[in-house]
C-alpha cells in the first residue's frame, strides 16, 4: 500500500519516523503539504504518531488513478464551503446561536434531520430574501483546496456534483461559479418576497442526498466503486454508503468512523493528493 501522509507542517524527522513504523521502502513528494511513503504496511503506531504531529494519513492501493473514478459528490455547508448557510441566514435575525445548536446536535447524528431541518426553518419565518443573496455576497466562503481539487478532477474526467441539505439558493449560486455539473438542495418557500418559514417540496435529508446520488449514478450509468463521496455530518452518511471511496471532511467522530478516509487538518486538495494522477 501508498500511506499518505499531509499536514500543514510535516517534519522530516516526523516522515522518517513513519516510514520506519510502516517499512515503507520510499518517500516520494506529491506536494509541500503531501508525500507518499511506498510499498508501505499498516502497523501499530502510525495513527497515535499522526494524532501528535497533526497529521493526516491514509492506507490507499497505489493502483487506484483519480480518473479511475468518474463523480465527486460533496456536501456543501462545513464541507465545499467554510460555513453553515442556515445558521449565517439565522444571524440576519440575530438568532445564529439558537440555530447553530440545532444544527450542532444535527450533525452530531443526535437528532433527525428533517424534524431539524423544519425547525430551523421555521425560525426564519418573515425574513426578507434579500438577506440570502447578503449572505452568499458577505458571508459564503469556500473551504481551503476547494478549487484545486476540482480543477484535479475535472482535469481526471470526473463529473462534479453538491448535494446539500440546505437551500437550492446557495447551490445553484455555487454550481454555477465553481462549474460543477449537478447540484441538488432543498427550496425554501418564499411569499411577498419574505420567507414562510417552510421547505418546498419533500426535504433532502440523510436519505435523499443517498437517494439523489443513486439517481445521478443511474443517469450515469456509474458503478458504486467509480464515486468519491465527501461529507461532514451525520446526514451525510448514507450518501457516503453509496461511494466506493468516502472521504470524512474536518468531520465529527461518528463519520470518521463511518468513512473510508478522513482529513482533519490539510484542505479539500487533500483528496486528489490520495490517489495517482498520471
Not at 82 to 100: F, G, R, T
Not at 127 to 147: C, F, I, S, T, W
Not at 218 to 229: F, G, P, S, Y
Amino acid at each position: 500500500m501508498n500511506l499518505i501522509i499531509q499536514g500543514l507542517e510535516i517534519n522530516n524527522s516526523d516522515l522518517r519516523d513513519l516510514a520506519k513504523l510502516s517499512q515503507a521502502d520510499g518517500i516520494e513528494r506529491i506536494t509541500g503539504q503531501a508525500f507518499r511513503l511506498t510499498r508501505a504496511n499498516v502497523s501499530e503506531g502510525i495513527t497515535e504518531h499522526c494524532a501528535q504531529a497533526e497529521l493526516d494519513f491514509a492506507f490507499v492501493n497505489p493502483d487506484i488513478k483519480l480518473s479511475d473514478f468518474k463523480l465527486i459528490a460533496m456536501d456543501m455547508d462545513s464541507t465545499l464551503l467554510a460555513i453553515e448557510s442556515i445558521d449565517e441566514i439565522a444571524d440576519m435575525l440575530n438568532i445564529k446561536a439558537q440555530v447553530a445548536e440545532i444544527t450542532q446536535q444535527t450533525m452530531q447524528g443526535k437528532m433527525n434531520f428533517e424534524e431539524s431541518l423544519m425547525r430551523r426553518t421555521a425560525l426564519l419565518q418573515g425574513l426578507h430574501q434579500d438577506a440570502l443573496q447578503r449572505v452568499y455576497d458577505e458571508r459564503v466562503k469556500l473551504n481551503p483546496g476547494a478549487e484545486i481539487m476540482l480543477q484535479k478532477a475535472k482535469r481526471a474526467g470526473l463529473k462534479t456534483m453538491v448535494i446539500s441539505g440546505g437551500f437550492t439558493f446557495f447551490t445553484e449560486r455555487i454550481k454555477a461559479k465553481l462549474g460543477l455539473d449537478f447540484a441538488a438542495a432543498n427550496v425554501l418557500d418564499i411569499h411577498d418576497n419574505k420567507l414562510t418559514g417552510q421547505v418546498r417540496g419533500e426535504i433532502i435529508g440523510r436519505q435523499g442526498k443517498a437517494q439523489v446520488l443513486r439517481q445521478v449514478c443511474e443517469a450515469l450509468n456509474l458503478k458504486r466503486e467509480q464515486v468519491i463521496t465527501v461529507g461532514d455530518g451525520a446526514n451525510d452518511m448514507d450518501m457516503m454508503s453509496e461511494s466506493g471511496i468516502s472521504i470524512a471532511y474536518h468531520a465529527k467522530p461518528i463519520v470518521q468512523n463511518h468513512a473510508t478516509y478522513s482529513i482533519n487538518y490539510v484542505g479539500l486538495d487533500g483528496i486528489t493528493n490520495l490517489f495517482q494522477q498520471n
